[in-house]
């Protein structure tokens, strides 16, 4: 089982900057990549960005240039950095795991408002 922890939530001006933080325990020796999705309300839970074992990133267009995915392998920790935010970029984050033991797992989410 892979445990994921998120931190860094919160409210935030447009045009504002977050640093989103997710801690991974457990089994993560077969990780073999991480992600950052979020849902806003009545909407689905889509794919923001996501990164590999060997560092490979993907972002949905409408983040690209704004929001950067990183990993720090000795913290077992994904970041998510958010710049130029706009209040459509409203929504609860989760952070998510891809294992060949266990499979995918969720962290609990995190709110992100943005909102003047």
């Known amino acids: 089982q892979v445990q994921l922890v998120e931190s860094g939530g919160g409210l935030v001006q447009p045009g504002g900057s977050l640093r989103l933080s997710c801690a991974a325990s457990g089994s993560i020796f077969r990780i073999y990549a991480m992600g950052w999705y979020r849902q806003a309300p009545g909407k689905q839970r889509e794919l923001v960005a996501r990164i590999t074992n060997s560092g490979n990133t993907a972002y949905t267009d409408s983040v690209k240039g704004r929001f950067t995915i990183s990993r720090d392998n000795a913290k077992n920790t994904v970041y998510l950095q958010m710049n130029s935010l706009k209040p459509e970029d409203t929504a609860v984050y989760y952070c998510?795991?891809?294992?060949?033991?266990?499979?995918?797992?969720w962290g609990q989410g995190t709110q992100v408002t943005v909102s003047s």
């Open positions: 998510n795991s891809d294992s060949v033991s266990s499979g995918s797992s």
